[in-house]
């Protein structure tokens, strides 16, 4: 059960302004499906007017709108900031039971932190270190010589394989793969000579990773994950690559082997990129594209093969004059 | 073991008309590999004159085919309808035993319906349901407060989490996730800082999923797939996507967040859609299609980014014309 | 622990010659970590200055650099081979207890050969058969009737279903599935009516498959992957797909059901191939590539949709010519 609040708490946790009554808030509900002493955050006049005499205890809005609503309001700086704030008080809570499963298999040699929690049929293997409060769902396989920081979540029937190093508060979702090995053979006449894997993976603080993804391990030296770097579902990650810190990867994104990412990139989704780029900080690559040179610091790709945005829309608009183009060219060659 | 049948029988579950000797049926076989005592599909006469010695029960031929085959023959109105239709007679059983493992770790306080099957090594949380002749393989985590309608079928490694609802013939392939929490952060100081998800997910009856493919749950409302609609391998679906019932949708294909589809909507392998968007009733998306915009009920797009099929056709044709245009105007500037 | 080796020994096991001391070598490491008593493999002469005074064991060096390098150093032809070669020399072994838990659930009729290792929490079902040495980690579900051959390695949370054929060497890592049905329906008023998928998946030996990646079972037949294969994370390989031998596909790759890839065959990541295609050998198909047209041996294709390379980059130089075009257009119009 989550503590109860009201909505002159909330105003202050949201360093927001409560206009009207103050009521009990017992959750967050959304515009389109109010619940009845939730809060609800909005964003415009037309989602106002229509929660007029929806039974909710506040609606959160931002500061620059100026509404008479008779419902109370929390008037804050911004909504999507708030809309965080408020799921991380109203998220249900899990693995509160700080206990370690006497159906978990767990090596003798782990060194397991305070309150941690490990759900029956995880797998933990020999040396490995579990901090403080981390939790291990059912189903986890965790080999040998990992180390897991303070506050990590391990969703079901995640794999770590040997020696992986995750910070603390990193979240992985169920199927993450993480310590594979990589995907590099020598050819031998046409055969692949399969090159073990002997680097490792290493996740800096408050990484999350999306179900189903996959990161791999470096061939000598270590596969990196920089802090606060957000993976989506079904993305692979290549051996060697090295991502920094604040990145956004969306789903089903390939990044392949000794490629770098700097800090605060952002990939869309289905995009790839191929090995050995460097993609510089704040660049941003558009969903689906095919990244196959580096990117400087803070531009804009496109296309498949990716360029520069400004360039690509030049091209797709130049594409888009083709038919006037093949009239004219048409037209001339009747002409002679 | 299977019911033994023999071809009559089957022409009359087949709503066809058998031609020749009614003989034991053990079994569905193929063209390349025709196995004796079987009935095989076949959709053309070099088929049929291929088969004129082979030891099998009988040919399973289109009505519009007239053949003086000596082979006894089927005739039915749609042959791969008829495919579909042995291929669950002649599928192998499984999970008929009906027992729940007493090696499944199963809370007290889950309701399990009538002749359900829980194999060794599945986990199923507090105050979930689970309906009649389900059949939940190893290995899979089911959560919390998850609704499993009747006749459902989780295969191995499945993992659901938390509040998640199942209707009725669910089929979920091995590594699918249900419910992971979809890819949405607000941006403080280009730090992102979480949005936890308190939706869940919805899925209707008969809806199939291929393995490893995911489902996140909604930020505040439920994820919904609709009744029939059939996934394949390797897909995401982010959070709060809506989709409607029987459509097909093939892998790889990503559905990034909010995104509604209509009904008998059909998405080709590879295929990606981008956030926020509306896709009619009836569209086709073309494999490995970028849709970055609505598309309309009926039509078909393809294309990165996607447009119109017959639009990007002819941008096809266009381009093609390209060399020759190239000539022109190279041979213009040449007079010049 | 791994045996202890020297230099001199090394060179031996590389084909190679060593110049210079023979020292202990304790393992390998890289060009940019060099760690004390290794051997580091590089290519190019700043890389051998770099590591002058580096406390490493020796050099590999490719025998085309004439060095007079005061490190010890092995010549070989490839050093790309050598990589590979030492990297299994110097791979942390695993799985070598040879034991079989008592935590697996192991049906009674599986025939188990020699030395073979099940770690607890793998669930095999009746009727299988693991070779001699086989490796079956946590997590792993092996249906009824699977086949395995020798010294197959499967890691965590690996999916079989029922009556796969795995030949000897196989090595599947975490999250892959074997044998899940195809995605196959026949319409009957716009709705599916499921394919059951009666065929099966036979893996050849000393084939790899990547984290995730998933294998559709046969329809009637077998889905076939040719020996010494390698499959990257997150690939789809459709029902009733055959890969020859010696294939290299890379991650985020789909290929859609019966199609037929030849030996030799590579493809790039994120690639997408249509249904009921033909790959011949030694074709190569580029990143992203979007294939719906059969590829004649030996060929390189690219682009979406795919072409011959040649023909794919003469369309791109073209594209690029277009604001010369458009210019020249625009200039001609205006004369009118």
Not at 13 to 24: S, V
Not at 50 to 68: F, M
Not at 257 to 279: C, E, P
């Amino acid at each position: 059960m989550n503590k109860a609040y009201n909505s002159l708490e909330l105003a202050t946790l949201l360093n927001g302004h409560l206009e009207g009554e103050a009521r009990p808030v017992t959750g967050l509900s959304s515009f389109q499906q109010p619940r009845q002493g939730t809060v609800v955050v909005v964003n415009n006049y037309e989602q106002i007017a229509a929660l007029e005499h929806a039974p909710i205890s506040a609606l959160i809005i931002p500061e620059s709108l100026k509404t008479e609503s008779s419902q109370p309001h929390i008037q804050v700086g911004d909504t999507r900031l708030a809309l965080a704030k408020l799921s991380a008080i109203f998220a249900p809570e899990f693995g509160t039971s700080a206990t370690v499963s006497p159906q978990a298999q767990i090596d003798p040699s782990v060194k397991i932190g305070r309150d941690v929690n490990i759900a029956p049929g995880a797998i933990i293997g020999a040396d490995s270190v579990i901090g403080d409060r981390s939790f291990i769902a059912p189903g986890c396989v965790i080999g040998q010589g990992v180390s897991m920081g303070k506050d990590c979540v391990l969703h079901a029937n995640v794999t770590i394989y040997d020696g992986v190093e995750l910070g603390s508060g990193v979240i992985l979702h169920s199927g993450v793969v993480i310590g594979s090995d990589g995907f590099g053979y020598a050819l031998n006449k046409q055969k692949a000579i399969k090159i073990h894997h002997l680097g490792s993976v290493v996740i800096a603080d408050d990484v999350e990773i999306g179900a189903n993804s996959c990161v791999d391990r470096g061939t000598l030296n270590a596969t990196k994950i920089g802090a606060r770097t957000k993976i989506d579902n079904l993305c692979q990650i290549g051996h060697n690559v090295q991502i920094g810190s604040d990145c956004l990867i969306a789903g089903l994104v390939g990044i392949a082997g000794s490629t770098v990412l700097g800090n605060n990139v952002q990939v869309g989704g289905g995009a790839g990129l191929a090995d050995h780029l460097v993609v510089g900080d704040g660049a941003q690559i558009i969903a689906q594209a095919g990244v196959s040179k580096n990117i400087p610091a803070g531009e804009v790709w496109g296309g498949y093969p990716a360029e520069p945005f400004k360039k690509w829309m030049r091209k797709r608009y130049l594409v888009s004059k083709l038919e006037q183009i093949w009239q004219f060219v048409k037209g001339a060659n009747k002409h002679d």
